[in-house]
């Protein structure tokens, strides 16, 4: 995989991929993995886990409305729609990491405030874990020399993440639901 722009990158792309389709985008998946045997990965998984913590339901039509609203607070917020829409490659590293300090600090705010995070497993990184039978394989993904049949031991790599509550303003009124950032005219 790439350096720090290629994974920042990537993350941002998934991240909206599963807030908006659903799914990871394939290339990615590809260039991260080295099976396939999952490349179908959805996040129908968390959606219906979320769904019972929350009781949103996954066929509202409001769900489009509150992915947009999502994306208008981070941008309100953080600028990160900005941020990602710009052609970062001409910016030294040292500049890049400034506004990326500053962007990360504002979305991390928005996080907080909108969205409760819990790891989807509770044990240190890098540390022994056993993953047992019929575990969800939308919450926990086994990677590395996958053979046997659960329970199966291995070093935990990333915790992941859960959404356990949502806590989203009141979507406004009327047609600019689809905004995510109004164009500013400055009048002379």
């Not at 506004?99 to 497993?121: T, W």
């Not at 086994?142 to 935990?156: H, S």
């Amino acid at each position: 995989m790439g350096g720090f722009s290629a994974r920042l990158s990537f993350a941002f792309r998934c991240f909206f991929s599963l807030l908006f389709r659903g799914t990871i985008p394939q290339q990615i998946f590809q260039a991260v993995s080295s099976s396939t045997a999952t490349a179908g990965l959805t996040a129908t998984g968390l959606a219906a886990a979320a769904q019972g913590k929350s009781g949103a339901d996954a066929s509202d039509p409001n769900a489009l409305d509150r992915a947009v609203q999502m994306l208008t607070l981070l941008q309100r917020d953080g600028r990160l729609i900005d941020f990602l829409e710009e052609d970062v490659s001409s910016y030294p590293d040292g500049q890049l990491g400034a506004a990326v300090r500053s962007i990360h600090n504002s979305c991390r705010q928005v996080l907080e405030r909108y969205i409760k995070l819990e790891p989807v497993l509770s044990s240190e990184e890098d540390h022994p874990v056993t993953v047992p039978a019929g575990f969800d394989p939308a919450a926990i993904k086994l990677i590395g020399n996958v053979t046997g049949q659960a329970p199966i031991r291995g070093l935990l790599r990333h915790r992941g993440w859960r959404v356990c509550r949502v806590t989203l303003p009141s979507l406004p009124q009327g047609s600019g639901r689809a905004i995510v950032a109004p164009a500013e005219v400055e009048v002379a």
